[in-house]
C-alpha cells in the first residue's frame, strides 16, 4: 500500500474504462502521473477517485472511490470499490472520458455506521420468537441496512437491503455447541455468513479482538463478528420465550452483538402440586435441566440478566420453604441471588407466593438458571392453586 499525500499530486486523464481497468492517458497539466510515484513492477496500491469529466475537465456527475494497483505504466486496476454515486461497494460504469486521481489517506479516513442489522431465525422479523427450531439463519435490516466490513484495504460498507441467510444443513453444526457468527464481503462484493464452533460451552477457539476499530475474528481481520448461537441438536436453532407446561422451558439460543433489545424469558410450570421433605436443593419437582429452567447464550458479558423465582409454598407447623436461583447446576444455588423463605410458627396451614430475585452477569456463552427449592424440618408442599410456579424476566439479545 503507498501512502500518498496531497504533495504527490497525481491525476490523470483516460478514455472510458466502463466498470474495468483504466488505460491511464497522461498527466492533467499541473500534476504527475502514476507511474512516476508509484512501482509497477512490485505493484504499488493507493487510495483513488474518478471523476466523469466532458470535453473541458468538468465534472458531469458521475464518481466512484476506492483503492487501486498499477499493474502496468499506463493500466490501472480498480482493486477495490468502496463507494459512488450508485452506492456503497458498486462500480460505475463510465461511458465518457474521466480523470483519475490519487487520494491522500487522510481524505479517505470516515466515520462509518455501525451495522444496522440483527441475526434472526425468521426470514421477514429482525425480532422474532421461533419457537419450532429453524435450520435457516439470517441477517436482515433494523435501524438500515448499511454493514462496514474490511475487505483487506479499507472499510467497504455494503448494504444489505434485502438481507443475508445461511442454511445451517449445509454447515453441519455439532450439537450441544456455541457457534460465533460472522460476516464477510464475497467474491461478488456482497455479504455472505460463516460460523465458527467454539472449544466447548464456555470458552472459544478463536478469540474476538477489535481491529480497525471493528470487532472480529482474532485471527482475520476481513471476518465482522455479528452475534453468538447455541444449538442443541438437528443443526436448529431456538428463540423463544416462553415456555409452559410440566417443565417447560424458553430458549433463548441466538445473540446479537449489534442492536440488542430486551427479549422477555419465562418459565411458568403448571403442575398441580408437589412435596419435598428433604433440607437439600434441587430444581422444582426434581426436574432435570433444562426442564425447569431458563436457557440463554451471550457472546459478551456486558449486560445484566434479571430474572424472578417464584413458587407457590406451603410449609406446616414449625417448617419452612425456599426458592433460589442455580447457575448450571441442579443442585448448587448461584448469587448475586436473594432467597425467598417462608417459616410457619403457627398452628394451622400457611399458603403463600415467595420469590427470589436474581441480577448478575452469567459468563459468556450457553447458561440455564433453575428455579431451585428446599425445605427444612418437614414436608414442604409447593405448587397447587396458592400462585404462579417458575421463572420471569430478561435478558438482552
Known amino acids: 500500500m503507498a501512502y500518498l499525500t496531497k504533495t504527490?499530486?497525481?491525476m490523470e486523464q483516460a478514455a472510458a474504462p466502463g466498470t474495468g481497468n483504466v488505460t491511464l492517458g497522461g498527466a492533467v497539466t499541473g500534476f504527475r502521473t502514476?507511474?512516476?510515484?508509484?512501482?509497477?513492477?512490485n505493484p504499488d496500491t493507493c487510495a483513488y477517485l474518478i471523476e466523469a469529466v466532458d470535453a473541458n475537465g468538468i465534472p458531469t456527475g458521475p464518481w466512484e472511490r476506492g483503492f487501486g494497483t498499477l499493474t502496468a505504466a499506463t493500466t490501472f486496476v480498480r482493486t477495490v470499490v468502496l463507494e459512488s454515486m450508485q452506492g456503497p461497494g458498486s462500480a460505475?460504469?463510465?461511458?465518457?472520458?474521466?480523470?483519475?486521481s490519487s487520494v491522500p489517506m487522510t481524505e479517505t479516513t470516515q466515520f462509518y455506521p455501525q451495522p444496522g442489522g440483527r441475526l434472526t431465525l425468521s426470514a421477514t422479523l429482525p425480532v422474532a420468537e421461533v419457537g419450532g427450531g429453524s435450520t435457516m439463519l439470517y441477517y436482515l435490516p433494523y435501524l438500515h441496512d448499511r454493514v462496514p466490513l474490511w475487505n483487506g484495504y479499507a472499510i467497504q460498507v455494503v448494504s444489505v437491503t434485502n438481507g443475508v441467510s445461511l442454511n445451517l444443513t449445509s454447515v453441519g453444526l455439532a450439537i450441544n455447541s456455541v457457534y460465533d457468527v460472522f460476516g464477510f464481503i464475497s467474491a461478488t462484493g456482497a455479504?455472505?455468513?460463516?460460523?465458527?464452533?467454539?472449544?466447548d460451552l464456555h470458552n472459544r477457539a478463536t478469540n474476538i479482538t477489535v481491529q480497525n476499530g471493528l470487532p472480529c475474528k482474532q485471527t482475520d481481520a476481513t471476518r465482522l463478528y455479528l452475534g453468538t448461537f447455541y444449538t442443541p441438536s438437528g443443526n436448529q436453532i431456538y428463540d423463544v420465550g416462553t415456555g409452559v407446561g410440566s417443565g417447560g422451558q424458553p430458549k433463548r439460543y441466538l445473540w446479537n452483538y449489534y442492536n440488542r433489545v430486551q427479549r422477555h424469558i419465562?418459565?411458568?410450570d403448571n403442575t398441580a402440586s408437589w412435596s419435598w421433605a428433604t433440607n437439600a436443593w434441587r430444581v422444582m419437582r426434581g426436574l432435570t435441566p433444562p426442564n425447569g429452567t431458563v436457557e440463554m447464550v451471550r457472546g459478551n458479558n456486558d449486560d445484566e440478566v434479571i430474572l424472578y423465582a417464584t413458587?407457590?409454598?406451603n410449609p406446616p407447623v414449625n417448617c419452612t420453604g425456599y426458592v433460589c436461583f442455580s447457575l448450571d447446576s441442579a443442585t448448587a444455588t448461584t448469587g448475586p441471588c436473594s432467597y425467598g423463605m417462608i417459616t410457619n410458627n403457627a398452628t394451622y396451614n400457611l399458603a403463600k407466593q415467595i420469590t427470589a430475585v436474581y441480577?448478575?452477569?452469567p459468563g459468556i456463552g450457553y447458561h440455564?438458571?433453575?428455579?431451585m427449592e428446599n425445605s427444612y424440618g418437614g414436608t414442604v408442599s409447593f405448587g397447587g392453586n396458592w400462585g404462579g410456579n417458575g421463572i420471569a424476566g430478561i435478558v438482552w439479545a
Request: proline share 0%; aromatic share 14%.
Open 191 to 199: 455479504m455472505n455468513l460463516e460460523v465458527l464452533v467454539w472449544t
Open 8 to 10: 504527490d499530486r497525481i
Open 266 to 268: 419465562v418459565m411458568y
Open 359 to 361: 441480577t448478575g452477569y
Open 34 to 41: 502514476f507511474a512516476s510515484v508509484l512501482n509497477s513492477a
Open 311 to 313: 413458587l407457590a409454598c
Open 92 to 100: 460505475v460504469n463510465f461511458t465518457t472520458g474521466i480523470r483519475i
Open 368 to 371: 440455564y438458571m433453575g428455579c
